[in-house]
């Protein structure tokens, strides 16, 4: 049990994070649309009370668990504190979402409800380091959870009706990401870690030649993230734009 804990059963294997990678993914992705389902019954089947209870039951769940294993790497692998603060975004977001949902913070669901989604879709797509081991251990199993109540959270939100992106609430959007690039790469400097956690100079796809990655990644991002709002909630964004009321946030009015 230690050793499955540490992670220090199994051997590193290719195969195995193939297998390990698709047959995970398509059990995460299974209980997204079946959650996604249960939040967009017709309230006469499934009552709004049970959806609540659901969602406040994943999320409780997702807070207890960030407890839980920060308490198993302090007692079994005798982890340092400062290694167990939410050094990525989607650490960070594994325990703000879940926060902002029960509370139900409408400002937090506009800064990281989308950011966090997204961190989740590319974590199962590209699982840096996650699934390379022979054995199932906890270490990947902690990675898989995580990331998972990032994508059922806003999901099951996005189905109920309770959170819908939108092209006026961008820039709340925007801030969010000065967030975690502000605990990524500021916050966690000042506790003396150094890596590379909001991936500015780990090598990702979206970079071009002679240009510095962290500005080609964020241009991405940002892009990726406009697109999204403005389709998730394509009429109401539309409407947005035809009224006029982005002058009103872009533009300054002379005197």
Not at 149 to 170: C, H, N, S, V
Request: proline share 4%; hydrophobic share 50%; aromatic share 16%.
């Amino acid at each position: 049990m230690k050793d499955w804990i540490s992670g220090a059963l199994g051997e590193p294997a290719e195969q195995a994070y193939k297998a390990m990678h698709l047959i995970t993914t398509a059990i995460v992705l299974f209980f997204v649309i079946l959650f996604s389902i249960i939040a967009s019954i017709n309230e006469n089947k499934v009552s709004a009370k049970t959806k609540n209870i659901i969602l406040k039951s994943i999320c409780i769940f997702q807070l207890f668990f960030e407890v839980l294993w920060r308490v198993l790497y302090i007692t079994v692998n005798h982890s340092e504190a400062v290694a167990l603060y939410p050094m990525y975004p989607c650490n960070l977001g594994g325990i703000l979402i879940p926060i902002i949902s029960l509370l139900d913070l409408k400002v937090g669901k506009k800064m990281f409800y989308l950011f966090g989604f997204i961190g989740g879709v590319l974590t199962f797509i590209m699982p840096q380091g996650i699934f390379c081991s022979t054995v199932f251990s906890f270490p990947i199993l902690k990675s898989v959870l995580q990331h998972t109540g990032l994508l059922l959270i806003p999901t099951f939100e996005f189905f109920m009706k309770k959170y819908r992106p939108y092209a006026g609430d961008y820039l709340w959007l925007v801030l969010g990401c000065i967030v975690h690039t502000i605990n990524c790469e500021v916050i966690d400097r000042l506790l003396g870690l150094t890596g590379d956690y909001m991936y500015f100079r780990s090598g990702l796809p979206f970079v071009i030649k002679g240009v510095p990655s962290w500005l080609t990644i964020s241009a991405f991002a940002l892009i990726v993230f406009y697109v999204l709002t403005f389709v998730l909630s394509f009429k109401d964004s539309v409407e947005y734009y035809k009224s006029g009321k982005w002058k009103e946030k872009y533009i300054i009015k002379k005197k």
